[in-house]
């Protein structure tokens, strides 16, 4: 087989951001199905996921996803376990959605190891709900969704498949904690920086209240501070601000933080 040459994929990436959708769809399709290149066919999935140059397919998006899994890890799996979560291209099935989330993270996914976290602490798989999917054209991105589409909770009327969600994962504080120290720790960018901050207002939290990490209130508001002044973490705002009589015991002066959260979100 003729060795892929990976200025194709650029050149259908360049396609992709001016808005030729039809050069960009063939220029991936190429490299996923003629060369097997892993990036072309996540990126293939992606134009079959969102409807671009092509009705949205779901059948064909998880088939293409799948493909660049084999090679191309966490986002792929991400972006699968999001679509078995939701029975997009098939059936709903929780445990392959919690499974598939728990191998992007391994191999490093960001907004995986964050999901997790998240999910650990509430004991169930739980649809983003700000979230379609990643992309990666030009540069990984967070898709986010449409608000019109329908919720997994709330919005499902069977209850046996509901209850499913509470079957596959159960709540862990060291599990969720352990989660999001992995995701506090990766490099801060601006594709990373809300998660990054958002992590370690998690931390923080648990280390204040003593829930999956050892009681430490002082490392905890002191984390939720880095999380407030140098991630704009609204959270982490919202909690310092709402507990500023304990912050300030533990040398954590809230009127540094001059931006008052939405007062109505509650902990």
């Known amino acids: 087989m003729e060795k ?20 960009a769809f063939w220029g991936y399709f190429e490299g996923a199905v003629d060369f097997g290149d892993a990036r ?14 092509t009705p949205r397919n779901y059948v064909w ?18 972006n699968l376990a999001l679509m078995h979560m939701r029975g997009q291209g098939g059936d709903t099935d929780y445990r392959m959605a919690y499974d598939l989330m728990k191998a992007s993270a391994a191999e490093g996914c960001i907004h995986a190891r964050m999901y997790l976290g998240v999910a650990y602490t509430l004991g169930c798989i739980f649809d983003p709900v700000e979230t379609e999917c990643i992309s990666l054209i030009p540069f990984p991105r967070i898709i986010k ?22 079957e596959v994962i159960e709540a862990d504080g060291e599990d969720a904690v352990e989660m999001f120290r992995l995701v506090s720790e990766q490099e801060d960018d601006t594709y990373v920086a809300r998660e990054v901050g958002r ?4 931390i923080g939290r648990a280390m204040v209240e003593g829930l999956g ?22 959270d982490a705002l919202r909690y310092l601000h709402k507990n500023a009589p304990a912050a300030k015991v533990y040398g954590i002066n809230t009127t540094r933080i001059t931006r008052m959260p939405d007062e109505s979100k509650e902990f």
């Open 145 to 166: 969704r449409d608000p019109n589409t329908l919720l997994l909770s709330g919005t499902n009327h069977d209850p046996s498949l509901e209850d499913k969600r509470f």
């Open 40 to 53: 072309s066919a996540f990126n293939l999935a992606f134009m079959y996921h969102q409807g671009y140059h």
């Open 61 to 78: 998006a998880r088939k293409y996803y799948h493909l660049a899994s084999y090679h191309f890890g966490g986002e792929a799996k991400f």
């Open 213 to 234: 990490a050892e009681y430490d209130p002082q490392k905890g508001f002191k984390l939720m501070e880095t999380a407030a002044l140098d991630y704009d973490c609204k």
């Open 4 to 23: 892929f040459d990976h200025n194709r994929r650029i050149k259908a990436d360049a396609a992709f951001v001016q808005g030729d959708y039809e050069a």
């Open 199 to 202: 992590a370690k207002f998690e």
